[in-house]
């Protein structure tokens, strides 16, 4: 029996090429956008979780309230691991470990003229591959980091530094703040792409504590903020909350100036829940998944629109089998069997188009993604789990439909009322069109918050800036490099931060006017010649021989004035941070000196004398505005001479302001661009589905349009007639649509601090985009039946 409807089904999808083709394609291209959205949902799901004791694991973090702000601490002191574990009974071990905050520069020592700049440099305690569950290719867990020096590499640093040959035993030189030769004493497998505790590098954490730059490092000589990451190992995972209450009740007896709140994370949580930097993975697994289901929603409504519509061309032969004596649960069987072939042959085609497109998709994201996650038998679950659902959704309603005909009525051939669903496709219509609409209007919108982004003025200039990273090995030789660089002729003007524009700054503490009263102020350290540099604009300029670079001086912005509590003209009054007390020399006007997702806080500006001696150690960057009709690319190439005039040893680069302001937004501009493809997919299977609906409908209707045309409707007429029921239908779905996406994106406007008014044009735009596809889509078979000739269609009946 199931061979026999296996035939009847591959015999329907041969003579019926056209609406097999739809259906097939239509159904494939949803399972694939469906597919890869599971396949990056399934990935961001599972971190970290592959560890055998992950359920044990947990990170130690802590809040801490100075006054009236909260700092959320994600790193603990180096002495904070043994003395957790000394007085929490529950805790069955610890792991520190440092992920070293900027690049480094790597090399062989057999070949030093060769470097790299590398990343993902970790320091850590000996039983690193003991206490995670990462392999080692080769070297022993309990031996590999247990003295100082001694580093683990991964296998593509294996290849990259040592080739073919076991590095296993040679020494590799790594440059943090000054340059030590490690010895190779294991090998690890490539790090999975779904953990939060990334690494190329696993160095020992003794060979930190045996350099010059180790107190650093150290912090406090209790449990306190730090350095490392701490990572507390559970007997048991209930112990969690007891372990928080054992480490509160200690900060409590503490005397200290601030009140600190410890928590404790799953391992399994970092990643989603705990990540304080980008967060635009929280943002994609509310919104992809929706769109997988909405997409894959659309295709299975082709796909059962089409299969009821030609449920007339099937009437008769039910009608047989149910004389013939077949039931119809046989008959349902029999279109499920048909609707799992149809589903089978999409999901084949789907996959190979999922595999086709993953690498836009995951390069999109900026994600990667290993082949062994890929084959994974979670991920082979779920795909075949897709496989049935899709298999039971799509043919549910067909089936119902199908074996529900009266065989007396069918054999006689009036099918058309209880062959009914015209609601439904109606129904169904609408909906496809209604989320084509949807989309289109979210993606404009989207499109033009990331434009006003791009555009807004912020307060400074950053046009032509070039930003350059300078490492402690320029050192004393700072001065005589910015000088050498600000001599150049395509230069105009040569500043300098501490910091990169949108890479941070520290934080000062002001009094403010209760004793409990604690004022946050972000605070950048700059030269005195940032200021021109970045064209920030005076609010108060500062009084004529006034030195700015005096010690306790500082520069604010006007958000600042407020917030400390000072005069509308506050140049000379003075702020106080604990004995510190700064002078007030000038203000600037306010400037985004971080996310235009965040309303400008406050800021101030702390103008150092001597940069090399300031920050000569430590590093620093240099900020270069270039002239304009300057040759780029010739100007960076002289910068870059001059800096290996002073440093040799560290690989020269540099990022354009411009390029990271924008970079701030690479969650939304990933997110733009997912949706538009997703919107193109949409409109796709929606012209599909109309399509083949369409073409159904018209075909219908032949003895209607012969007989208007015999009494003499033009081809103008006929083709309005056919065309405005679908009409009806996609101006409803932009109805419906409508308020449903302004909805959606009044919500996610209210993310960003600086945001645009949701034009009345983006509707009418989608609206017009709708109605437009329809047209163009309905017309090929609306023109096609109005130059039909009408005695064909009149003498087929």
Same mark, same amino acid.
């Given at each position: ?39 990056y ?56 470990t440092l ?13 030093p ?14 039983d ?8 080692? @290719? ?8 247990s003295?100082?020096? #001694?580093v683990v ?24 703040? #000054? ?39 150290? %912090? ?13 190992l ?10 928080? &209450? ?48 909405l ?7 082709? +796909?059962?629109s089409l299969? !009821? ?5 099937? @009437? ?16 349902? @069987?029999?279109f ?28 999109? *994201?900026q ?6 996650f ?22 549910? +309603? ?11 009525? !069918?054999? =006689? ?24 609409v949807?989309?289109i ?16 003025d912020?307060? *400074? ?11 402690? #090995? ?38 403010? $006017? !209760?004793?409990d009263? #604690? ?15 970045? %064209?920030?604009?005076? =609010? ?8 700015? !670079? ?55 500006? *702390?103008?150092?004398?001597?940069t ?22 010739s ?7 001059i ?27 990933r997110?733009a661009?997912?949706? %538009? ?16 609906l ?33 009409? &009806? ?26 945001r ?19 047209v ?7 023109? $096609? ?13």
């Amino acid at each position: 029996m199931f061979k026999n409807y296996l035939k009847i089904a591959f015999r329907n999808l041969q003579k019926q090429k056209l609406y097999s083709l739809i259906n097939i394609t239509g159904l494939a291209v949803g399972l694939a956008v469906c597919m890869m959205i599971m396949l990056y949902v399934t990935h961001e799901m599972t971190y970290d979780r592959f560890h055998t004791n992950a359920k044990r694991i947990y990170k130690l973090q802590a809040n801490v309230k100075i006054g009236g702000n909260t700092m959320n601490l994600n790193y603990m002191s180096y002495a904070s691991g043994p003395l957790v574990k000394q007085s929490q009974p529950a805790v069955d071990g610890y792991m520190r470990t440092l992920n070293y905050y900027k690049p480094i520069v790597v090399s062989n020592p057999l070949t030093p003229e060769t470097k790299y700049i590398e990343q993902k440099v970790v320091f850590a305690d000996p039983d690193f591959f003991n206490f995670f569950t990462f392999k080692l @290719a080769s070297g022993n867990a309990k031996d590999v980091l247990s003295k100082p020096f #001694s580093v683990v590499i991964s296998k593509d640093i294996a290849k990259k530094y040592f080739g073919d040959a076991n590095p296993v035993g040679k020494t590799i030189r790594l440059k943090t703040d #000054s340059a030590y030769t490690y010895q190779v004493t294991g090998v690890a497998e490539n790090a999975p792409s779904n953990t939060s505790v990334e690494y190329n590098f696993v160095a020992s954490a003794s060979s930190l504590m045996a350099t010059k730059e180790a107190k650093k490092y150290m %912090g406090e000589q209790r449990i306190a903020s730090g350095s490392f990451n701490l990572f507390l190992l559970l007997k048991d995972a209930a112990d969690t909350a007891k372990t928080r &209450k054992g480490l509160q009740q200690m900060a409590d007896k503490e005397k200290s100036d601030f009140e600190t709140h410890y928590k404790l994370s799953s391992i399994g949580s970092l990643h989603l829940e705990n990540n304080w930097g980008d967060s635009s993975n929280l943002k994609y697994l509310k919104i992809f998944p929706l769109v997988a289901i909405l997409i894959l929603l659309l295709a299975l409504v082709n +796909y059962m629109s089409l299969t !009821t519509a030609r449920a007339t061309l099937r @009437a008769k032969e039910v009608g047989v089998r149910k004389v013939s004596g077949a039931s119809r649960k046989t008959i349902a @069987a029999q279109f499920y069997v048909e609707s799992g072939l149809f589903t089978f042959l999409s999901f084949i085609l789907g996959y190979l188009l999922c595999y086709a497109f993953k690498p836009w998709f995951l390069n999109v *994201l900026q994600l990667k993604i290993d082949n062994s996650f890929l084959y994974s038998p979670l991920v082979l679950l779920l795909l075949f789990g897709l496989l049935l659902i899709t298999a039971l959704i799509s043919g549910i +309603y067909p089936s119902v439909v199908l074996s529900a005909f009266k065989p007396v009525i !069918t054999l =006689k051939g009036k099918t058309s009322k209880q062959a009914g669903g015209t609601v439904v496709r109606k129904v169904f219509t609408t909906l496809q069109f209604g989320i084509a609409v949807g989309l289109i209007i979210c993606g404009v919108i989207i499109d033009r918050q990331l434009y006003y982004l791009r555009h807004a003025d912020t307060g *400074l200039n950053r046009e032509n800036v070039v930003m350059i990273p300078v490492g402690s #090995s320029i050192g004393q030789n700072y001065q005589a490099f910015n000088k050498d660089v600000q001599a150049l002729a395509g230069i105009s003007n040569v500043g300098t931060s501490h910091y990169a524009m949108y890479g941070g700054y520290d934080m000062l503490f002001m009094d403010g $006017k !209760t004793k409990d009263e #604690s004022i946050a102020l972000p605070s950048l350290s700059v030269d005195n010649k940032f200021i021109a540099t970045l %064209g920030l604009e005076w =609010k108060f300029a500062p009084t004529p021989n006034k030195q700015l !670079t005096d010690k306790y001086t500082v520069v604010i912005n006007e958000t600042a004035i407020k917030d400390l509590h000072l005069p509308a003209n506050p140049v000379g009054s003075f702020i106080k941070n604990g004995s510190n007390r700064y002078e007030v020399a000038g203000v600037v006007k306010n400037f985004n000196f971080s996310s235009m997702e965040s309303a400008i806080g406050p800021l101030g500006l *702390l103008i150092a004398s001597d940069t090399a001696s300031a920050w000569g150690r430590v590093g620093c960057n240099l900020f270069a505005r270039i002239k304009p009709h300057t040759n780029v690319p010739s100007i960076i190439e002289s910068i870059q001479n001059i800096y290996k005039k002073y440093d040799q040893d560290t690989p020269f680069s540099y990022t354009f302001m411009d390029d990271a302001f924008d970079k701030q937004y690479k969650a939304e501009d990933r997110l733009a661009s997912i949706f %538009g493809t997703f919107t193109y997919i949409t409109i796709i299977l929606a012209m599909l589905g109309l399509f083949g609906l369409a073409a159904f409908t018209i075909e219908q209707r032949n003895k209607e349009i012969g007989i208007r045309k015999i009494l003499g409707a033009s081809m103008a007429t006929i083709t309005t007639i056919l065309s405005t029921d679908f009409l &009806k239908l996609i101006l409803l779905s932009v109805i419906i649509a409508s308020p449903v996406a302004w909805y959606a994106m009044h919500n996610w406007l209210q993310n960003f601090a600086y945001r645009i008014s949701i034009p009345v044009w983006v509707f009418l735009f989608a609206g017009a985009m709708a109605l437009l596809t329809a047209v163009l889509t309905i017309s090929y078979h609306a023109v $096609k039946a109005a130059l039909a000739n009408p005695v064909k269609s009149l003498r087929s009946e």
